[in-house]
């Protein structure tokens, strides 16, 4: 993945998340084989954007070879929270929404 | 060809009797090769002895000529370091050839007294270098298998257990350094793939120091397998671990730390939604 292509999956996203009023995002990179600290960066980035657009961002299927270069990099990606694969991020992003949702509405009331 | 060849097309039984007649008196190590495979060895060097003498190239010994006798040497070489001979028992093997052949040319040249010197001297640098390259052979099996032991010791002082339905545990025994992690991080990464587990015990009752770097090293583990989407737990925290870690402003941050193994474990379960129930007594 080149540094192009995350900016345009930068803009594109923002973009989807307003049009559809998602609420959670779920990035699949279990087809990265390498990182490097541009790409780190970038999907911090993301998730921070998506939060401040009210949407929860999650990344799974990473790879034991990119995590640990990410480590190496120290790039510990805080605030972006991760699972193994897609099964368990969708899982994760439905809890951690309807945990929201409750709490908003507990607020309001 | 050369003399020696000749000494040794002709004389091939004598010499090998005599041979292994004087290898008995040095060491002959009965209890490690038997009689007849030992005859075969000798039988085989000295063919191929007498093969690579007929080149009349005695002194280049890492020549082409001498390759099928190095190959030989370092065939037996390899095998009776693994079948448990000193270097020095192998190289006799080659020096005990001395005696029958220094005997063969004095037969043969006892009215040239300055022929008779110089083929002595050539033989005997002969087989220096060739009783030396099996000690060389020797050296480089025995650093292989410390490498490889090496190897082996590192991977079995990191096991990555399954200690339950999405629930691993790394038992870490030793000193932690940067390998070591490396290693560890590897092995815990690749089972949190395989068994999809979402929790991972680390176990530190078994490192005997924490200074700020093994600390560091825990950190990074810990970060990696977040990164996959597995929560660490540290377990095995000792009281002076504990004193060690506040004296040194090691900075945890939020990473769980347990006392014992049984708690995190306990830990472990909740986090995945499970629990143990005493069954009703009957």
Known sequence: MHDRLAMTLQDDL??????????GVLIDISSLEMVDSFIG????????????????????????AVAITLVELGLSLHGVRTALNVEKGMELLRTTISAYDRSGIDAGS | ????????????????????????????????????????????????????????????VNGPHWSAVRDMLTDIS???????FSPGETAMFVFSLKKPLFAQL???????TDGLADETWAVTQLLDKLGLYTTEVYQRTRNEIIVRQQQEMLELSTPVIKLWEGILAVPLI?????????????????????????????????????????????LKTVTAARLMGADCIISGIRPQIAQTIVHLGVALGE????????????????????????????
Request: charged fraction near 20%; glycine fraction near 8%.
């Open chain 2, 174 to 218: 030793g000193t932690l350094d940067s390998a070591r992690t490396q290693v560890v991080m590897e092995a815990l990464l690749q089972q949190i793939v395989s068994t999809g587990s979402g929790v991972a015990i680390i176990d530190i009752t078994g490192v005997p120091t924490v200074d700020t770097l093994t600390a560091q090293h825990l």
């Open chain 2, 1 to 60: 060809m050369s003399l020696i060849a000749t000494i040794l097309k002709q004389h091939e039984a004598e010499i090998l009797n005599e041979w292994l007649r004087d290898m008995g008196e040095s060491t002959r190590r009965t209890d490690l090769i038997s009689d007849a495979a030992l005859k075969e060895q000798a039988k085989r060097f000295l063919r191929l002895f007498q093969e690579a003498a007929q080149g009349n190239n005695l002194a280049d």
């Open chain 1, 14 to 23: 923002t973009e989807r998340i307003s049009q559809t009023g998602a609420k």
């Open chain 1, 41 to 64: 960066r970038m999907l911090g980035n993301i998730a921070a954007m998506s939060r401040v657009m009210d949407a929860e961002t999650v990344v799974v299927g990473m790879q034991p």
């Open chain 2, 255 to 282: 990473v769980v730390t347990k006392a014992s193994l049984a708690d995190a474990f306990a830990q472990a379960l909740k986090r995945t939604g499970q629990t143990v129930v005493k069954l009703g007594g009957q």
């Open chain 2, 78 to 84: 390899g095998s009776r370091a693994q079948q448990g």
């Open chain 2, 106 to 112: 004095r037969r043969n040249l006892a009215k040239d």
